[in-house]
């Protein structure tokens, strides 16, 4: 799974050339200045309510507001280039030009659902402007003709694409394959009636996976079968898909997402990750295997920070690797190091995945946030024992031990950095901030002292990492209303129901459910990464946990690991892949050299399945 980018595509001429930069600067432009605007309004909603005492009663609903439009425009942003989630693997497999086929097909289902989906959007937005906000008192169709709007900046995107990326021949082509699907489907309706709830099968299972298979960004694939489902299988409207999309993104503390995507780039740029990567160095960077150490506790620390594990690597590999390589590593192994760190600290707050399950599960965020240290810290020693033996004879003769002044140099640097992950926790944990505003916390703080400590703030820089925030939000958040849509037509059939009762009957009671539970999230994070399996099968698997009285935290942080395995997991695992890019080589050196790290981290979710106390020892 990869995102492809507008290098991908020939540029367009002449006029066509022009509209698209043109249309191209307007859309990242208002995104980016949505992000701003989020996080002053929330800067200014944090700073009244705690120090002012005069709480903002109107900034959670302006907020959201502004949210769904930045998560629309930032999925067209994504669209634009090729940043929404996909898997490729089997694509790439076919020839060059069968490749190409699947692609234009790939495009021209995207084009076409977006086409077939303007019509109830626009019912979606009708009926919502007789109701009214809470507070504010303004229609509520001012919040929805954001999605509105974003399809018809997603088709046109999508229309652009598809004509400058595939031959009139294949369009052509495309679109007859797609209307004989459409005419058997439209026949196969009494047939659909008849067998029922067996129907999913054909289109939450059939078509996700086929959709996906070609290429199709995850969430199209999740619309399109939803969409294909109700119209095909029951008599709910499509319009319904809409609203249900915009009730899963307008969930507020899903806006933590930018913020923490963004903070992710600020402390990059800030210096404040290469402070800590520093000091670590310099305790046990001399030692035999120091550098391997250094890189997993530097992830532990990081990923308290950015939330996001693309920061994550992004921010420590570059430090590292050049050092690492001297002293003899192969780039696999670095690289397959990278990849399993990163699943380790999948439960370290602020963790988007942990976010996102308290959003869609109610499980409390703060409980969360707390849960996910030892369990990650277990991952973080399972994974030192394999660089133990792994390291036994490396060469680290000429590895510089530094002396006790230039550590208490290094500490001092890197006290600003070591100091924001307990800054954010405590925010969070002592209700200074929800999780949404600590990242407006983070971000300010990481400013300040990129500015005023570190003195490496680029200025120019700040507009493209708003334009990024709003583009990786978009993506992510798309597949969580998308999922959201999805999961509502499984519980309107009675899915639901049939899942509760099959997976009560599991043998072996509460740790059959959690083993089957831990096996399932592997699976699901491999193919469909942490949030849009968590959005899509968290409503239905934590309520049949707690009805079998497993400690709702406990299963959550399972369900999290477990994930966060899949999602690092070749073949599929898109994780993987991004760990690969990052350290700039070929999955096919990295994929034999995994496994060790991946069994020693299998070991640790039997551990913190077996022993609840790991996750919920301290709350």
Request: charged residues 10%; hydrophobic residues 60%; neutral net charge.
């Given at each position: 799974?990869?995102?492809?980018?507008?290098?991908?595509?020939?540029?367009?001429?002449?006029?066509?050339?022009?509209?698209?930069?043109?249309?191209?600067?307007?859309?990242?432009?208002?995104?980016?200045?949505?992000?701003?605007?989020?996080?002053?309004?929330?800067?200014?909603?944090?700073?009244?309510?705690?120090?002012?005492?005069?709480?903002?009663?109107?900034?959670?609903?302006?907020?959201?507001?502004?949210?769904?439009?930045?998560?629309?425009?930032?999925?067209?942003?994504?669209?634009?280039?090729?940043?929404?989630?996909?898997?490729?693997?089997?694509?790439?497999?076919?020839?060059?030009?069968?490749?190409?086929?699947?692609?234009?097909?790939?495009?021209?289902?995207?084009?076409?659902?977006?086409?077939?989906?303007?019509?109830?959007?626009?019912?979606?937005?009708?009926?919502?402007?007789?109701?009214?906000?809470?507070?504010?008192?303004?229609?509520?169709?001012?919040?929805?003709?954001?999605?509105?709007?974003?399809?018809?900046?997603?088709?046109?995107?999508?229309?652009?694409?598809?004509?400058?990326?595939?031959?009139?021949?294949?369009?052509?082509?495309?679109?007859?394959?797609?209307?004989?699907?459409?005419?058997?489907?439209?026949?196969?309706?009494?047939?659909?009636?008849?067998?029922?709830?067996?129907?999913?099968?054909?289109?939450?299972?059939?078509?996700?996976?086929?959709?996906?298979?070609?290429?199709?960004?995850?969430?199209?694939?999740?619309?399109?079968?939803?969409?294909?489902?109700?119209?095909?299988?029951?008599?709910?409207?499509?319009?319904?898909?809409?609203?249900?999309?915009?009730?899963?993104?307008?969930?507020?503390?899903?806006?933590?997402?930018?913020?923490?995507?963004?903070?992710?780039?600020?402390?990059?740029?800030?210096?404040?990750?290469?402070?800590?990567?520093?000091?670590?160095?310099?305790?046990?960077?001399?030692?035999?295997?120091?550098?391997?150490?250094?890189?997993?506790?530097?992830?532990?620390?990081?990923?308290?920070?950015?939330?996001?594990?693309?920061?994550?690597?992004?921010?420590?590999?570059?430090?590292?690797?050049?050092?690492?390589?001297?002293?003899?590593?192969?780039?696999?192994?670095?690289?397959?190091?990278?990849?399993?760190?990163?699943?380790?600290?999948?439960?370290?707050?602020?963790?988007?995945?942990?976010?996102?399950?308290g959003s869609v599960t109610g499980v409390s965020i703060a409980a969360l946030f707390t849960?996910?240290?030892?369990?990650?810290?277990?991952?973080?020693?399972?994974?030192?024992?394999?660089?133990?033996?792994?390291?036994?004879?490396?060469?680290?003769?000429?590895?510089?031990?530094?002396?006790?002044?230039?550590?208490?140099?290094?500490?001092?640097?890197?006290?600003?950095?070591?100091?924001?992950?307990?800054?954010?926790?405590?925010?969070?944990?002592?209700?200074?901030?929800?999780?949404?505003?600590?990242?407006?916390?983070?971000?300010?703080?990481?400013?300040?002292?990129?500015?005023?400590?570190?003195?490496?703030?680029?200025?120019?820089?700040?507009?493209?990492?708003?334009?990024?925030?709003?583009?990786?939000?978009?993506?992510?958040?798309?597949?969580?209303?998308?999922?959201?849509?999805?999961?509502?037509?499984?519980?309107?059939?009675?899915?639901?129901?049939?899942?509760?009762?099959?997976?009560?009957?599991?043998?072996?009671?509460?740790?059959?459910?959690?083993?089957?539970?831990?096996?399932?999230?592997?699976?699901?994070?491999?193919?469909?990464?942490?949030?849009?399996?968590?959005?899509?099968?968290?409503?239905?698997?934590?309520?049949?946990?707690?009805?079998?009285?497993?400690?709702?935290?406990?299963?959550?942080?399972?369900?999290?690991?477990?994930?966060?395995?899949?999602?690092?997991?070749?073949?599929?695992?898109?994780?993987?892949?991004?760990?690969?890019?990052?350290?700039?080589?070929?999955?096919?050196?990295?994929?034999?050299?995994?496994?060790?790290?991946?069994?020693?981290?299998?070991?640790?979710?039997?551990?913190?399945?077996?022993?609840?106390?790991?996750?919920?020892?301290?709350?």
């Open positions: 799974m990869e995102a492809t980018t507008t290098a991908d595509v020939p540029a367009p001429k002449g006029a066509v050339q022009r509209f698209d930069r043109l249309f191209g600067h307007i859309v990242e432009a208002i995104a980016a200045t949505i992000v701003l605007a989020e996080i002053i309004l929330l800067g200014w909603a944090t700073t009244a309510r705690y120090l002012l005492h005069t709480p903002l009663v109107w900034s959670d609903e302006v907020a959201t507001i502004l949210f769904v439009w930045m998560t629309m425009l930032g999925s067209v942003v994504a669209l634009r280039r090729g940043q929404h989630m996909r898997l490729t693997a089997f694509v790439r497999k076919l020839s060059s030009v069968w490749e190409s086929r699947a692609n234009a097909f790939a495009m021209v289902i995207v084009t076409t659902l977006l086409a077939l989906m303007l019509l109830p959007t626009w019912e979606h937005v009708e009926e919502r402007i007789i109701s009214v906000t809470p507070v504010l008192q303004i229609s509520e169709a001012w919040r929805e003709a954001a999605l509105l709007v974003g399809v018809v900046l997603m088709l046109i995107t999508a229309a652009d694409k598809m004509l400058r990326a595939s031959s009139l021949a294949q369009i052509a082509v495309s679109l007859v394959v797609l209307a004989a699907v459409f005419g058997c489907f439209q026949l196969a309706m009494p047939w659909f009636e008849e067998i029922g709830n067996y129907s999913l099968l054909i289109f939450f299972i059939g078509l996700v996976l086929l959709g996906i298979m070609l290429g199709v960004p995850i969430a199209f694939a999740f619309v399109l079968a939803t969409a294909a489902y109700l119209n095909f299988a029951s008599w709910v409207p499509i319009s319904i898909v809409p609203g249900r999309m915009s009730e899963g993104m307008s969930h507020m503390i899903l806006l933590s997402v930018p913020m923490f995507v963004f903070l992710g780039a600020v402390i990059e740029m800030a210096g404040l990750a290469q402070a800590m990567i520093a000091f670590l160095v310099s305790l046990i960077g001399h030692l035999r295997g120091g550098l391997q150490y250094v890189l997993l506790g530097a992830i532990y620390l990081v990923s308290g920070i950015s939330g996001a594990k693309a920061a994550d690597m992004a921010a420590v590999a570059p430090a590292l690797f050049p050092e690492m390589k001297k002293r003899g590593n192969k780039d696999s192994d670095l690289v397959s190091l990278l990849s399993a760190s990163a699943v380790m600290s999948e439960t370290i707050p602020p963790s988007i995945v942990l976010i996102t399950v849960a996910g240290l030892l369990p990650a810290f277990v991952g973080m020693l399972a994974l030192c024992v394999v660089v133990f033996i792994q390291t036994r004879g490396e060469d680290n003769s000429q590895a510089r031990k530094i002396d006790g002044k230039t550590k208490l140099k290094l500490f001092i640097a890197a006290i600003p950095g070591l100091g924001l992950p307990i800054v954010i926790r405590t925010a969070v944990v002592e209700g200074v901030a929800t999780a949404t505003e600590v990242a407006t916390i983070g971000i300010i703080y990481s400013i300040i002292v990129g500015a005023l400590f570190y003195r490496q703030m680029k200025w120019r820089r700040l507009y493209p990492m708003l334009v990024d925030a709003a583009s990786l939000s978009g993506s992510i958040l798309l597949v969580v209303g998308a999922a959201t849509a999805m999961g509502w037509a499984l519980t309107q059939s009675g899915f639901s129901q049939y899942l509760v009762d099959l997976m009560q009957g599991v043998p072996g009671g509460k740790m059959g459910f959690l083993l089957l539970s831990a096996l399932a999230f592997i699976i699901l994070g491999s193919v469909l990464e942490g949030v849009p399996a968590i959005v899509l099968f968290g409503p239905l698997l934590f309520p049949i946990a707690k009805l079998m009285g497993i400690d709702e935290v406990h299963y959550a942080i399972v369900a999290v690991f477990a994930m966060g395995f899949g999602l690092f997991s070749p073949p599929f695992g898109v994780g993987f892949y991004l760990a690969c890019a990052i350290g700039r080589v070929s999955p096919d050196d990295v994929i034999g050299k995994v496994w060790p790290h991946l069994l020693a981290l299998f070991i640790a979710l039997l551990l913190i399945i077996f022993i609840p106390w790991i996750s919920i020892g301290f709350l």
